[in-house]
């Protein structure tokens, strides 16, 4: 799941050197960060907070396939 929020991450932001994923997991789930640079927030959160949703719908449904659960935080 890491692999795919970095290249789903890096298609989207202007520098996408500055990209950064953890993983860890907790309490029976993976959890994934994502730490972008301050100019690419905007475009990872999206209007309305769409694009993030919208990521982490994909993740889910890849999760789900595996039979996991993620959660993701966009810091």
């Known amino acids: 799941m890491k692999d795919l929020v970095d290249y789903i991450a890096r298609s989207l932001v202007d520098y996408p050197d500055q990209i950064v994923v953890d993983e860890f997991y907790e309490?029976?789930?993976t959890i994934i960060t994502l730490h972008v640079?301050?100019?690419d927030m905007g475009r990872m959160i999206g209007k309305g907070g769409k694009?993030?949703?919208?990521i982490r719908v994909l993740v889910r449904?890849?999760?789900a396939r595996e039979g996991q659960r993620v959660q993701i935080e966009i810091e």
């Open 27 to 29: 309490e029976g789930k």
């Open 37 to 39: 640079a301050e100019e």
């Open 51 to 54: 694009v993030a949703n919208a």
């Open 61 to 63: 449904a890849a999760a």
